[in-house]
C-alpha cells in the first residue's frame, strides 16, 4: 500500500495524521561516551566532583553543574556509598547490610526501598554475588516497561537486586542471574564499568532470561546527572541492553499502566464526579485497562484518601443466565470494601438490615469520617448485570443513588459491551437520566495514541522505526485496536531480539525494517488472532455482521471508496435477512451505524456522502469475496435477532408517563455534535404534542446542553447559526404545538438545512416538530423528494415496551394485566397516558382497565379518537383506509396488496403509493414480518365513527 493510501483513512476520521517526535534520547547521550570515558568507574575525584557540582572534564553529559546543593550531596553520599561498597573485600561481603546500604543506591535509579533482606543465606557465592530483595518498594516516574513499574507493585512492592563483585564477564553475569529462577524482575547491581563489548554482549544474551536491568558504575554516574531520580530515565538508559517486552503477546493479558497510552478524554470523564459513568466498546478494546489505569490515576491524586475499587461481574458470576442475581453484588461490594478497610467487621447475623442499606450506610459513613476521601466503583462485563436487573433497574438505582447521597464523593462506572450502553439508556430516568451521563465509547485508539504505543516503548528498548511509513502500515493492519497492537509489538520485539542476537556486535539504536514488519505480518497465528478478534466484534450482534459483509461486498466490487446512503444500505440489509432489519425503524438502523464508527468498523459519514469501511485492513479482516458472498447467502438462516427490549424502550417523563419517543430516537433527534435536521411527524394519539416537552426535559437536565427559546422567526434563524464551540444544542421548533401555516414550516426546514454556523466547532441539532396539519410537507420526506437527512415517526408502543414501562412504574403487574393492557390501548401513547391517568386516580388496576374497554363502545370517545390518529385529517387518506378495510377488514395482506386495493378505488397508482406510506406513519398498521393488519382497536372505533 502506498503512503497516500495510507494516510487516507486519517482524513476520514477526522484525525490528524500521527507525528512522532524525537524527543530526549538517554541511550546515545549515555553510550558510548559514558562507558568508554568512565572506565575506572565511580572513584573519589568523581564523587567530588558531584559533591562540588562540577562538569566531567572529557565526557560533556556527566554535568552536575545543573543540581542543587542539597541535590548533588545526596547524589554524592549515594555514588560514595556505591564505591565503598564496591569496594567490600570477599571476607566482608558477607556482611553486606542491604537494609541500610541498598536504599541509597536504588534511590538514584527511581525505586525509594523502605528496607531490603538477603534471599541467599545458604548460598556458597556470596563472596562473588549476592542477592537480596528491596521491600516496600515506592516507584518515582513511570517506567518504560511493566516489569519494572507496575508490576514491582503487583508482586507486593519487593525488587529482587543481585550484587555483583569483581568485574566479571557479561556471559558470566548473565549465568549467576540464570540461577533465580523465581521468573521476577532482577536488577542487577555491576560495581565497576561494563565496557562498550560487554553491554552488547548483554543485549544480545539476556532475551532468554526473566526481565533483567544491569547498573554499573557508568550508568549511575550519568544517572546521577540527571537528578531527577526518575524510574523512567533510568529504564530509558538500561533497557537497550536487555531481554525485557513490555508488550503483551495475547489478548487477555494484564496491561501494564505504563503501556496504557491515550484515552485521555475518556479517563478524564471517568475521574470526574459528574463525568460519565457508563463506558461500552466491543471486546479487547481497552475497556478493563481503562478502567484500570483510570482507578490508579483516582488513588494517585490523594493517596490515602482516594480509593478505587473494581469488580468484574462475569468473573463474579452476577447477571443474567448466571447463578446469581443482580441484588448478589451488593455482597461482593461488602466483601471489597471489606477488605479495603472502608467497612468494618461482619455484621451482626440478627441484623435485619438490608444487604444494600448496609453497604450504603457504610460507605457514607467512611466518607464522613474525613471530609478528603472519596471513592470510585469499577464495575466491569455489566451486560448480563444490566440484563438481569431490567427493566426495573432497582440494583442500579441504588448503585447510582451513591453519588447524590454523598454529594459525588462516590461515583460508580459501569463497562461492557455494546448492550451496557443501550441498557443505561433504557434505565434513563431512573439511574442514569437520559443523556445527564452520556456513554463513552471505547473504540480504536486516536492515531496519534495508537502510534505513540508502538514508537515510545520499542524507543525505549533501543529499537528505531526506520521511517513513519512502517509505523502507519503497522496501524493499518492492526486497525488501531489497542490489543492487537499489543500482540504485534510483543511479536515485534521477539523479532528485533533475534536480529540483535545474529547481527552481535552492533551498537543500539537498532533500525525496525520493513522485512522486520514483514516477518510478523507473516506469523499465521497473529493474523487468525487479528481476523478473529474483528469477527468477534461483529458477532456481538448479528446486525452487525450483516451490515459489514453488505459493505465489504459493495468494496470488492466497486472498490473500497464506494459508499452507500442510509436507504440504499438498508435496502441491502433487509434483501440479505429481512427478519433483522424489517421492524427496525430509521433511526435505530442510524444507532447501529453510528455504533459500528465507534467500534472501527466504520468510518463516519461526516460528509453525508455514505457509508463504507473504515479502510482496507476492515475489508481484509472481514473475510474475502467468496467467504462475504458465503456469509450474506446463508444470513437468513444463520443470523438471530437479539432481545431487543432496550432500543424499543422509552424513558418515564417527570409525571411518570412514558415519553412518545423511544430511546434510540431520542439519541437520533439529539446527534452527536453535528449539525443536523430532523422532521418529526406524529399524531395526537401518538403523543406528538409531548414531543417538545419530552426533549426539553431530557435534555434540560444535562449541563452542558442548551435549548434556546425560539418563539420568533427571528430568533429561530439567530439560533441556527449562533453558539459557541463544543457547546450541545438542540434548537426546537414546535408546529404541533403551536400551529403555523404550512408555508411558514416549510421556510423553517429550508432554512435548517442552508443557515449553519460559520464558526469551527460550533453545531446544533434542529428539530422541527410537525403533525397532519404539514402533510404536504410530510409527503416530500416520506417519498424521498426531501432533501432532510430524516424523518422520525412517533409510534405506538410495542407489547415489550408497553411492558418495560408498566413494570417500571410499578403497574398492572401481572402478565393478564398487562396483556390486557396492550389490547385496549393498542399500544396508542393518547390511551396509555389515560391508563396512567386513571391509575393514578384509581389506584385500582382492574377499575382502569373495564373504564379503557368501554372505548370502543362509546360513539363520542371512539369518533375523537378515530380523529385524533390522523386517518381523518385528509379525504384521501379516509378513503385509502375505508378502502383497506372494505378488502381485508380484520385479515393481513402485505405492502403491495394495500397499494393495489387502494389504486383500485381511487384509480391513481401514484397516489395509492403516497396514501399507504401515510397511513404507515400514523401507525394504523400492526406488522408481523412482511405482513400488514390494520390496528383492531382503531378499526372498532372507526367502525363506530362511520
Known amino acids: 500500500m502506498t503512503s497516500v493510501a495510507r494516510l487516507t483513512p486519517f482524513l476520514e476520521i477526522g484525525e490528524d495524521v500521527p507525528e512522532i517526535e524525537g524527543g530526549e534520547s538517554h541511550l546515545t547521550e549515555f553510550f558510548t561516551a559514558v562507558p568508554d570515558g568512565l572506565p575506572k568507574g ?315 442499606e448496609r453497604v450504603r450506610i457504610g460507605i457514607r459513613a467512611w466518607l464522613d469520617g474525613d471530609s478528603r476521601r472519596r471513592l470510585l466503583i469499577l464495575l466491569d462485563e455489566c451486560d448480563q448485570f444490566f440484563e438481569a436487573d431490567a427493566p426495573r433497574f432497582d440494583q442500579t438505582k441504588k448503585l447510582k443513588g451513591l453519588g447524590s447521597d454523598t454529594k459525588d464523593r462516590a461515583k460508580v462506572v459501569f463497562a461492557g459491551l455494546h448492550s451496557v450502553q443501550r441498557f443505561s439508556k433504557l434505565a434513563s430516568n431512573g439511574p442514569f437520566g437520559h443523556l445527564a451521563q452520556t456513554p463513552k465509547v471505547i473504540g480504536p485508539l486516536a492515531p496519534q495514541s495508537a502510534a505513540e504505543l508502538l514508537v515510545d516503548p520499542m524507543r525505549a528498548l533501543g529499537f528505531e522505526f526506520q521511517d513513519m511509513d512502517l509505523v502507519n502500515r503497522v496501524l493499518g493492519y492492526c486497525s488501531y485496536q489497542p490489543f492487537l497492537l499489543q500482540m504485534f509489538g510483543h511479536r515485534l520485539v521477539e523479532v528485533m531480539h533475534r536480529k540483535r542476537s545474529r547481527r552481535g556486535a552492533e551498537d543500539p539504536p537498532y533500525a525496525v525494517e520493513i522485512a522486520d514488519i514483514e516477518v510478523v505480518e507473516s506469523d499465521a497465528g497473529l493474523r487468525d488472532s487479528i481476523s478473529a478478534a474483528f469477527k468477534d466484534t461483529l458477532s456481538l450482534d448479528h446486525r452487525y455482521d450483516v451490515i459489514a459483509n453488505v459493505l465489504a461486498y459493495h468494496a470488492r466490487h466497486r472498490g473500497l471508496e464506494a459508499r452507500l446512503s442510509d436507504a440504499e444500505l438498508r435496502e441491502e440489509c433487509e434483501t440479505f435477512w429481512r427478519k433483522g432489519f424489517a421492524q427496525l425503524d430509521t433511526e435505530g438502523f442510524r444507532a447501529y451505524l453510528s455504533e459500528m464508527v465507534g467500534l472501527g468498523v466504520l468510518a463516519p459519514n461526516h460528509d453525508g456522502q455514505g457509508w463504507h469501511l473504515r479502510g482496507p485492513n476492515a475489508l481484509r479482516m472481514i473475510g474475502t469475496s467468496h467467504e462475504v458472498d458465503a456469509r450474506l447467502l446463508r444470513a437468513e438462516q444463520d443470523c438471530e435477532l437479539q432481545d431487543s427490549i432496550v432500543q424499543e424502550g422509552r424513558p418515564e417523563l417527570p409525571d411518570g408517563r412514558p415519553a412518545p419517543l423511544t430511546i434510540t430516537q431520542l439519541d437520533d433527534l439529539l446527534g452527536e455534535r453535528s449539525n443536523q435536521t430532523r422532521v418529526v411527524l406524529g399524531t395526537s394519539a401518538t403523543g406528538v404534542t409531548d414531543v417538545g416537552d419530552t426533549l426539553r426535559a431530557i435534555a434540560g437536565r444535562i449541563a452542558d446542553w442548551t435549548l434556546p427559546p425560539v418563539g420568533k422567526l427571528s430568533a429561530y434563524k439567530q439560533e441556527l447559526v449562533g453558539g459557541v464551540p463544543r457547546e450541545r444544542r438542540v434548537v426546537i421548533s414546535d408546529f404541533a404545538r403551536y400551529p403555523a401555516r404550512p408555508e411558514a414550516c416549510r421556510e423553517s426546514v429550508d432554512l435548517a438545512e442552508t443557515q449553519l454556523p460559520a464558526i469551527p466547532g460550533v453545531t446544533r441539532a434542529v428539530v422541527l416538530v410537525t403533525d397532519t396539519a404539514q402533510l404536504g410537507l410530510w409527503r416530500t420526506l416520506l417519498t424521498g423528494d426531501e432533501p432532510t437527512s430524516a424523518a422520525p415517526v412517533v409510534l405506538r408502543h410495542d407489547r415489550r415496551s408497553l411492558y418495560g414501562w408498566a413494570q417500571r412504574v410499578e403497574m398492572f403487574h401481572t402478565e393478564d394485566r398487562l396483556d390486557r393492557l396492550h389490547e385496549l390501548t393498542g399500544g396508542w401513547p393518547l390511551l396509555v397516558d389515560r391508563a396512567h391517568r386513571l391509575h393514578n386516580e384509581l389506584s385500582d388496576p382492574e377499575e382502569v382497565l373495564r373504564r379503557l374497554a368501554g372505548l370502543p363502545t362509546d360513539r363520542a370517545e371512539a369518533r375523537a379518537f378515530a380523529e385524533a390518529t390522523g386517518v381523518y385529517a385528509d379525504p384521501l387518506l379516509t378513503t385509502g383506509y375505508r378502502a383497506l378495510d372494505d378488502e381485508f377488514e380484520d385479515g393481513s395482506f402485505d405492502l403491495e396488496n394495500a397499494v393495489t386495493a387502494v389504486a383500485v378505488r381511487i384509480e391513481d397508482e401514484d397516489e395509492a403509493h403516497w396514501i399507504v406510506t401515510c397511513l404507515d406513519a400514523l401507525q394504523v398498521f400492526d406488522r408481523e414480518d412482511t405482513q400488514l393488519r390494520l390496528e383492531p382497536l382503531l378499526r372498532q372505533c372507526a367502525t363506530l365513527r362511520v
Not at 211 to 221: G, K, S, W, Y
Not at 255 to 261: D, T
Not at 302 to 314: I, K, M, Q, W
Request: glycine residues 10%; positive net charge; without cysteine.
Open 42 to 356: 565511580i572513584d573519589r575525584d568523581l564523587v567530588d566532583l558531584v559533591r562540588s557540582g562540577g562538569k566531567h572534564p572529557s565526557i560533556p553529559v556527566l554535568d552536575y553543574s545543573a543540581l542543587s546543593t542539597d541535590e548533588a550531596a545526596l547524589a554524592a553520599d549515594a555514588l560514595d556509598e556505591w564505591r565503598e561498597l564496591g569496594a567490600t573485600e570477599p571476607k566482608d561481603r558477607l556482611t553486606v547490610s542491604p537494609r541500610r546500604q541498598l536504599p541509597p543506591l536504588l534511590k538514584l535509579l527511581g525505586y525509594d526501598a523502605k528496607s531490603a533482606r538477603p534471599l541467599d543465606e545458604r548460598s556458597q557465592h556470596r563472596r562473588e554475588y549476592r542477592l537480596f530483595e528491596a521491600t516496600e518498594v515506592e516507584i518515582n516516574g513511570r517506567a518504560k516497561a511493566p516489569a519494572f513499574g507496575s508490576q514491582i507493585r503487583e508482586q507486593g512492592g519487593n525488587l529482587r537486586v543481585l550484587m555483583v563483585w569483581g568485574r566479571p564477564p557479561a556471559k558470566v553475569v548473565m549465568s549467576w542471574a540464570e540461577r533465580d529462577t523465581s521468573g521476577a524482575s532482577l536488577l542487577v547491581v555491576y560495581f565497576g564499568t561494563l565496557s562498550r563489548e560487554a553491554r552488547v554482549e548483554l543485549a544480545v544474551g539476556s532475551g532468554r532470561l526473566q526481565p533483567m536491568l544491569v547498573v554499573d558504575d557508568a550508568a549511575l554516574a550519568y544517572l546521577a546527572a540527571r537528578g531527577n531520580r526518575q524510574a523512567s530515565t533510568a529504564t530509558q538508559t538500561l533497557l537497550p541492553f536487555s531481554g525485557v517486552n513490555p508488550y503483551i503477546r495475547e489478548k487477555r493479558g494484564r496491561i501494564g499502566g505504563e503501556m496504557f497510552y491515550g484515552r485521555d478524554a475518556e479517563r478524564v470523564s471517568i475521574l470526574d464526579p459528574r463525568g460519565t459513568q457508563v463506558i461500552f466498546g466491543g471486546r479487547g478494546l481497552g475497556k478493563s485497562a481503562l478502567l484500570s489505569d483510570a482507578g490508579e490515576r483516582f488513588e494517585g491524586q490523594r493517596p490515602g484518601y482516594h480509593l478505587a475499587v473494581y469488580v468484574n461481574l462475569d468473573q463474579e458470576n452476577i447477571g443474567k443466565g448466571s447463578s446469581l442475581g443482580p441484588e448478589a453484588l451488593w455482597s461482593v461490594l461488602d466483601r471489597e470494601l471489606r477488605a479495603a478497610q472502608v467497612l468494618g467487621g461482619p455484621p451482626s447475623r440478627k441484623s435485619r438490615q438490608d444487604m444494600s
